[in-house]
């Protein structure tokens, strides 16, 4: 059973910095793509920025220059620094894998983590 866990969510003043963490477990090995991924109440799940195996990134356009993402590949871990953050930030977090092994064959599944709180208010 691969599982997703995300962690480091919280609540923060408007300015502050978090680091959001995502550890694998079980038999997921050669992840393609992680990345994060968020919806706030009342809206849709919305792309915060991806990370490949070759180490390219993209970012929406809301959270280019205030974070970044970065993935231990040994470790298939992946986070994400958000600094500078905004009210508008405020949502459910959650870790995405696209694309790994499972030690037998290559994995087309798209998976995703439980969620963490991220809320930034005074």
């Known amino acids: 059973q691969v599982q997703l866990v995300e962690s480091g969510g919280g609540l923060v003043q408007p300015g502050g910095s978090l680091r959001l963490s995502c550890a694998t477990s079980?038999?997921?090995?050669?992840?393609?793509?992680m990345g994060w991924y968020r919806q706030a109440p009342g809206k849709e799940r919305e792309l915060v920025a991806t990370?490949?195996?070759?180490?390219?990134?993209n970012y929406a356009d809301s959270v280019k220059g205030r974070f970044t993402i970065s993935r231990d590949r040994p470790e298939n871990t992946v986070y994400l620094r958000m600094n500078n953050l905004k009210p508008e930030d405020t949502a459910v977090y959650y870790c995405?894998?696209?694309?790994?092994?499972?030690?037998?064959?290559?994995?087309?599944?798209?998976?995703w983590g439980q969620g963490t709180q991220v809320t930034v208010s005074s």
């Open positions: 995405n894998v696209e694309g790994y092994y499972d030690g037998t064959d290559y994995r087309t599944d798209n998976l």
């Open positions: 079980g038999r997921i090995f050669s992840i393609d793509t």
């Open positions: 990370i490949n195996s070759g180490g390219s990134t």
